[in-house]
């Protein structure tokens, strides 16, 4: 007897999951443990592998969207599956698509039965006048669910949104539906920090395996401002304001899948190395697919560095149910007033944008101020004074 591939639960908050790639071909043999399908989520992508070895028959094709408990495939044990059940299969799946096509063809579209002779009453009616006519309302055909599938033109191509975007548009509506977001600006000289990472950059590298990058010094940055103004580390929770006393930042990750904002956690007590590796660890894991729902959970504080993009300036939007999300931005080098000189530096605008109802005016300054403090100051920061 065939064994399914169902699709396994990956969330308690998950419901479907759509299947972004079959790594096998229709027919193909599998052995126990080969790779099958990856499953793209709302959240996470999930590598679902086989459980036997045999001959499989995939029933849902790439791009579909399928339920949690859902079959998918099929194998056949002993390595080789009978072609007459496979035939089956195959064929059930054409009419099952020809029977979704044919109800999907909008009334106008279906083949109308041929007149019968006209009556002599029907002759005898006179013919409508062309203002009656004109006055007929015209009837615009009805858009079947066909014409909202996947289609591609020269002039356009419309595809549906895989989970993991729905989810982030849902979450980025839902969080300026549901916060009272402002932003407060300020820039910070990232000329001591460019100097420091230059000068110890080659011995960082040989000591730790791993290069000493910007993220670091803003992660720390981020905990000193966290530490000297605690109401940004909180968040509402139904009537209740909860303060955290623990440290876990968010570092958003830009894919080609979507954006991913895993943790680091406790950077309170982690050295710049671990935080770069912990970083480079999760950057890998995003590309290839492999992140965990723990692995994005239980943020405080969220980091978002549209910098590497280019960005000059924004307005990040929070990371419910945190309270706070800062913004790196371009290094520019640009014209600045030092000790009464007009000086060229490495100039950086950061945006902290903040939930008004938790975070104050005046606390948000003096976090923004904070940070830029540790980054003009870095061997500080580094000496944790």
Known sequence: MPSEVKIPAVGESITTGLIAQWHV??????????????????????????EQSGTITIISGEGEEVAIGAVVASIEEGGAASEAPTAKKKAAKKTAKAQKKVAATAPEERAEPEPVAATKSAAATPAPSPAEKRAEPKLLPARSPAALEDTSTDRFTRKKLSPLRRKIADHLVSAQQNAALLTTFNECD??????????????????????????????????????????I??????????????????????????????????????SFAEIERDIADYAKKARDGKIQLEDLSGGVFTITNGGIYGSMLSTPIINPPQSGILGMHNIQQRPMAVDGEVVIRPMMYLALSYDHRVVDGKEAVTFLVKVKESIEQPTRLMLGI
């Open 190 to 231: 990232m000329g001591e920090v460019m100097s420091l990472r230059k000068q110890l950059q080659e011995d960082f590298v040989a000591r730790h395996g791993i290069k000493l990058g910007f993220m670091s010094f803003f992660v720390k940055a981020c905990v000193a401002a966290l530490k000297a103004v605690p109401g």
């Open 25 to 50: 071909e229709d027919g193909a043999t599998v052995a126990a443990g080969d790779l099958l399908l990856t499953l793209e989520t709302d959240k996470i992508s999930t590598e679902i592998t086989a």
């Open 233 to 270: 580390n909180s968040r509402i929770e139904g009537d209740s304001l909860i303060t955290n006393h623990f440290y876990d930042i968010g570092v958003a990750i830009g894919t080609d899948k979507g954006l991913f904002v895993p943790v680091i956690r406790d950077c309170d007590q982690k």
